[in-house]
């Protein structure tokens, strides 16, 4: 049970203010989309508005074909979940789970039959007599959850569900909830300003900036073809190298762009004008040490991270820049060594100023 969502030009103005600009997004059924961004980007303004709970300045929400925009929240096929669980205190796990299905005046057969699996979906089915206090946040989370998918809604919206819970909880609820959208085959709208959130949980992310779409796709889109150099900076880590395209071209053809202290070659067919200024991104895993001068560019290693997987080398360049460099285990990097860099160019990416 999916349903396809398209919003069509939704925008939101508070007074003089702009919450979200006219905004297109179409979400396929079952598919687990991510609105990614900063704080006060729009996030939450677009999926309130997607939910019915705050009504757009222009544009329309459109659900599985069916025009939605003037339907209250409770008549659009869609469930909820926040980052406050807002259960009600004085009721039990059960009748928690059970208050949307009762609410919706399913038979009493009905509602047993949906909290039931509901809770063991959530693997919760132990604990349906205990009260919201008496359980974990966690697990608090989880009836938050149950809650929602007992009525079954063919659209689920998410926002910040796991923003309360420490990193190995949120950790180990991300996958669980990755593994609820496959058992439910819904479609999933999830709200996050974590990066590593929306990597690991999605199949395709909306990135947001000061009230608009940034850039949309996969998650090897965004990581590998990041189209501006707000989603180069917000997404992995990066290395921003500047500079100006030279007047004369590599041996093969290629453009050279003088940056970091050296010539960087850019694949052969880059579209670029002598003497324009661009900025190249560089993921840390993409270059590979040499000896100095034999490389692009040449740096003094300036310090040590451990990350446990690898280490993290944080590179001085020759024009006085810095450059964050990952390197294996094998090799025993020491501060103050002279290296050099090389790299596969079509794994850097030019982008938009
Ligand atoms: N009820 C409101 N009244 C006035 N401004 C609002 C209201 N709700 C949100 N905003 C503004 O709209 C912008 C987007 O907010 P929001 O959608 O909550 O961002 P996000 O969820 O990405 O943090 C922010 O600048 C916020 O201050
Ligand atoms: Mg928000």
Redesign the pocket.
Known sequence: MSAKLEAIGIA?R??D????EPTDLAVQAGEFLT?L????????????MISGL?APSAGRIEIAGRDVTHVEPGKRGIGMVFQSYALFPHMSVWDNVAYGLRMRRKSREEVRKAVDDALAMVRMSEYAKRFPKELSGGQQQRIALARCFAYRPSVILL??PLGALDKKLREHMQSEIRGLHKELGATFVY?T?DQDEALTLSDRICL?NQ?RIEQVGTPADLYDRPATRFAAGFIGHSNLLEGAIDETRGAGGEPILLAAGGRIPLPVNTPVAPATRHTLLLRPEAPRLVEPQSGFVDGTIADIVFFGSDTRLQLSMNDGSALSVRCGRSLSPRIGDRVGLVWDPYRTTLLHA
């Not at 961004?37 to 309130?48: D, E, N, V």
């Open positions: 939101k508070y007074g203010s702009v919450a979200l609105l961004g900063p704080s006060g980007s729009g996030k939450t303004t677009l999926l309130q705050v926002d910040e709200v300003h947001m009230a």
